[in-house]
């Protein structure tokens, strides 16, 4: 699957659909709690499953402003 | 996964339900239209001031402001730090949004009144460059929503900001600071302070990141170069493993403040409160000299008070 952090595009893996929390924590190192995602180009809740057919696309929360 | 009310996709999960965009945007209007009818945070009357940077949190407060409450005559004040390569980028988007949205745009800067920029102040400091900042920045939005007649300020802290001020003054052991916290700032009022007003405070920094792409707005996705440098980042990332392990965190921190904190402090403001005129500038203060000026004489700045 392609996930595009950014300005950065990242490849993995995945045998078998999986949770984006999990893919955020297990395979990025990333806390759920700080990103929203669109998967697809749609957004979608972190609880939503993802294959490895699926492009996502990750928006950090910002702080201020 | 699916919304809970009409099974159409869901785009976030928040207050225990999965939303469509449709209902989310929904929800999120309702939550703040029933903040400010709850604690009158907005009459028909009210002249407000928009504090908005151009960031994602300002600018929804200025998009859903316009949306909600078009009865009310609004100004929308931005203060320029003078920040490089960083606040001219929002500045940009804010100048083009406001102007789409037709409400009037005044932009002030801390060279103009202070005769450096934040870049320039810092240079010379060892210190969290936010807390100064901070401070400069309140005093500038205070003195120009006042000449320009506003009523009140509405500024686009968050829930999660707020979560992150209680532990930050908490850490600090500053009461002064914890008791001026709330939905609205300050709880001793004063003629020469516009009131200012939180109507996103219960709303989640991930609701509003969401209610801002799911509108299309768009900002620029730099982050200030100081952050990193705050106090702030660190309760921030710590408060953010917390939610992540026991969500809910940041909003049991703002319930316990409302429940708890707010009322022993309120009785405290009742007895103990004074509020002096500054000996240097005559802006309101606790304390003989205020905190502009302290800063305007330690950092060798232009008296812009005068």
Do not use: W
């Not at chain 1, 659909?17 to 806390?31: T, V, Y």
């Not at chain 2, 979560?163 to 908490?170: G, K």
């Not at chain 2, 917390?242 to 007895?271: C, M, S, V, W």
């Amino acid at each position: 699957m392609i996930i595009k952090i950014k300005d950065k595009t990242k490849r993995i893996h995945l045998s078998k659909s999986k949770k984006i929390s999990e893919i955020l924590e297990e395979n990025l190192k990333i806390n759920p709690e700080i990103v929203i995602v669109k998967k697809n180009g749609i957004l979608v809740p972190i609880q939503d499953k993802a294959d490895n057919n699926s492009k996502l696309e990750l928006f950090y929360i910002i702080s201020g402003g | 996964m699916k919304c809970k009310k009409c099974k159409n996709p869901a785009i976030i999960f928040t207050n225990n339900s999965f939303l469509c965009k449709e209902h989310f945007n929904d929800y999120f209007e309702k939550k703040l239209k029933r903040l400010v009818k709850k604690h009158n945070l907005i009459t028909k009357k009210d002249k407000l001031a928009l504090a908005v940077s151009g960031g994602k949190d300002s600018l929804t407060l200025l998009f859903t402001i316009s949306k909600l409450y078009p009865e009310n005559e609004k100004i929308v004040i931005n203060i320029n730090e003078g920040i490089e390569d960083y606040r001219e980028h929002t500045i940009d988007v804010l100048k083009e949004f406001s102007k789409k949205l037709n409400i009037p745009y005044i932009s002030v800067s801390f060279k103009e009144e202070f005769g450096k920029t934040l870049d320039q102040i810092v240079k010379k400091i060892d210190t969290y460059p936010c807390s100064i900042c901070g401070v400069l920045r309140r005093y500038l939005l205070n003195k120009t929503a006042r000449k320009l007649d506003c009523t009140k300020i509405a500024t686009g802290h968050n829930l999660d900001d707020e979560a992150q001020s209680t532990l930050m003054n908490i850490f600090n052991s500053d009461i002064e600071r914890l008791e001026r916290m709330g939905f609205e700032s300050g709880i001793v009022r004063g003629e020469k302070f516009v009131r200012r007003i939180k109507p996103l405070r219960f709303h989640t920094e991930k609701e509003i990141v969401t209610y801002f792409l799911s509108n299309n707005l768009k900002t620029s996705t730099k982050e200030c170069p100081y952050s990193k440098k705050s106090f702030r980042l660190y309760v921030r990332t710590a408060l953010y493993e917390y939610e992540r392990k026991h969500p809910g965190t940041n909003k049991n921190i703002i319930n316990f403040y409302d429940k708890f904190i707010i009322t022993a402090l309120q009785k405290k403001q009742k007895t103990n409160t004074k509020l002096n005129e500054c000996q240097q500038c005559k802006e309101h203060t606790s304390t003989k000299i205020c905190k502009v000026c302290e800063l305007i004489k330690i950092l060798g700045l232009k008296n812009g008070t005068n």
